[in-house]
């Protein structure tokens, strides 16, 4: 396994040396970009960019991973956490941050041991290494696996926009990608996709010890139903397969996938919530912290006297970034030359 992530850095580092795309804006003609693998009846197929050309494979089925089980909901007893959000195709800077802070070591294989690493939605859209981002995190979550670590890849409102086919904000670069594989983008993580039968193993909520992760935010109006982690991420994870148009016939949509649904909401940052309806949240879901992404900031901010921490740092804007850690009960930054600073 460790041997499968070097050679396919080697690959991607290849690919990196040929710095296809300079900037946000301009885009070579010769972008490079994949594996994307179909899974067909007797084979799978591997198809990448190479420089603005098809390359395409057969694989036997086993080349690949293709079936995944669901994630678990709730974790106990975890000694180290380490959560950052919002990586929009930042590809380089997430790995900056990631090596910076210990997470990983210089050839990108994983360095924190027992601990659980969670990334708390929107990898895709706006920057232009979403692939690569994919492809580390997939191959990162088995390297934890094998320490007794974990990684958590939560599920935000931009991986259920482009699983749902809104493909808005995607970087220019994968237009090339859709013309030079005559598939539409979303499609490229269809159910038929590796990546895609492995984005929809993934939660939207995770209880670790006593804090839940989620992308947007529990709110109060969310919680008019009892609240139950697992369910949620059962109906979410059932959901990236409904039509929108079905979705929005019913009042499901308006719940799971409303503003203030898990994915959407931004509450905490302004609706001007009292203490007093924080806690109350917090007895619903059974937790003392919400941790969440979604929300652009300068750097990982804690609220309501640390019951909600913010770790959207904005590294969508390609320049910096940080990171929140969980030490049993002490929480702190880690900024982006790895440095850990307390909350005041
Ligand atoms: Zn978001």
Redesign the pocket.
Known sequence: MIKQLALYFAILSGVFLNAQVKSNDSISPLVNDGPYVFIEQDRLVEKRVVNGELKQKDLKLNSYQTTFNAEVSIYSDVEQIVALS?IHGQFDLAIEILKNNKVIDENLNWMFGNGHFVIV??VFDRGPKVTETLWFIYYLEKQAKASGGKVHFLL???EYMVLHSDLRYIHKKYQKTEKVLQTRYDQLFSNTTVLGKWLRSKATLVKINDNVFV??GVSSDFLIEEFNIEATNKLMRASIDREKTEMKSSSFYERYYGSNGPIWYRGYFNDDLTNEEVNTILNQINANHIVV??CSQKEVLQLYDQKIFAVDSSIKNGTYGEVLFIDAELYSRGTMKGEKMKFN
């Open positions: 919002d939605g929107d935000g409102n931009h992308h947007g992404g979604h």
